[in-house]
C-alpha cells in the first residue's frame, strides 16, 4: 500500500494497477522517464525532438494523468516528507521544476545527461531494492537525482530565447500569485514590461493571454479540490478567493462548459466505474 511507503520505483513495462487504483498515489510526486520514446506531448522548443528520452514531472493532486500505457521507461514516485529537513532553497526548486506549468513539465534529456542520470539512478534502485532499505541512502540518492534534473532545467532555460524566459517567469509568479492577483498588469509589472507587451508574447507563445491563463490557472486549482479535498463548492469558492459561490459557479461554467457540481458529479461517476482514479 502506497499509505505505507514515502518512495516507489519500479519500471513502467511492470508498474501494476494496483498502484494506478491506489487513492494515496495522489499525494505523490511523480518523475517519468521514458527512453527513446515519442513524447506524450506536444514539443515546443525548437531544441526538443519528437523521439527521444523525455521526464515528466508530475505534481501530487493532479487532475489528469498521462497515457505511458506499454512505454519503456521507469517511475519513481516519492512523498514530499522524504525531502523535509533539506535546505529551504532546494525544495524551492523542487517545487518550482514540477509545477512550472501546472499539470506537469516535461524536459528532454539528451544521450550525455541521460548517462549521469542512469548511473544514480541505478545506484538508487539497488537500494531501494534491497531486503533491508536504508532511508538516509535512497534519500541521500534520490536528492542527488532532482540535482541533477534541476541542472537539466536551468540549462533548458538557457537555450530558450529572451520571451520564452518571459513566459517561465511569467508562470513562475502566476503559481505564487493567481488567487489573489487576476490581472495582467500586475505580472507585467513584475516582469518590468508594458500589460500589452506580456500579452503579445504570451499570445505568440501559448496562444493565450494573460488573463486568460489566469483563469486556466484558476480552473485546475478548482477542479483539484473538487477531486481531491473533502470541501464543498461553497468552501473551495472561498478558498480560491471568490467572494460570492454563485459567481464562482458562473466562472467555473463559463470556462470549463459545466457547473462545479456537475463535474463533482462527474468525476465520482468516472472513479466508480473506471479501474482509474485519475479523472481526464
Known sequence: MLSDQVLYIKDLGNCPPSYLNDPARRDF??????????????????????KGDWIYLIPPH????????GKNGVLISFKQELLE?????????????????GEFSC?????????GLATVLQLLKDDYNKETVKLIMVKALLKVFLLKLIHLKEQHFTLQDINEKRVYEFMLLLENNYKEERNAKFYAEQLGISAKR????????????GVQLIHDRLILEA????IHSESTIKEIA????FKD???FSRFFKQHAEQTPQEFQNKVRAHVISHDNTLYN
Open 62 to 69: 493532479r487532475v489528469h494523468q498521462l497515457n505511458k500505457a
Open 245 to 247: 459561490h454563485s459567481y
Open 29 to 50: 510526486y511523480e518523475i517519468v522517464w521514458l527512453v527513446n520514446e515519442d513524447a506524450l506531448h506536444e514539443p515546443q522548443h525548437d531544441f526538443q525532438t519528437l
Open 223 to 226: 477542479k483539484r479540490q473538487i
Open 238 to 241: 472561498y478558498n480560491l478567493d
Open 85 to 101: 529537513g533539506d535546505l529551504k532553497e532546494f525544495l524551492l526548486d523542487v517545487f518550482r521544476i514540477f509545477n512550472i506549468q
Open 107 to 115: 524536459l528532454q534529456v539528451n544521450e550525455e545527461t541521460s548517462k
Open 198 to 209: 506580456l500579452n503579445q508574447i504570451l499570445k505568440e507563445k501559448l496562444d493565450k493571454t
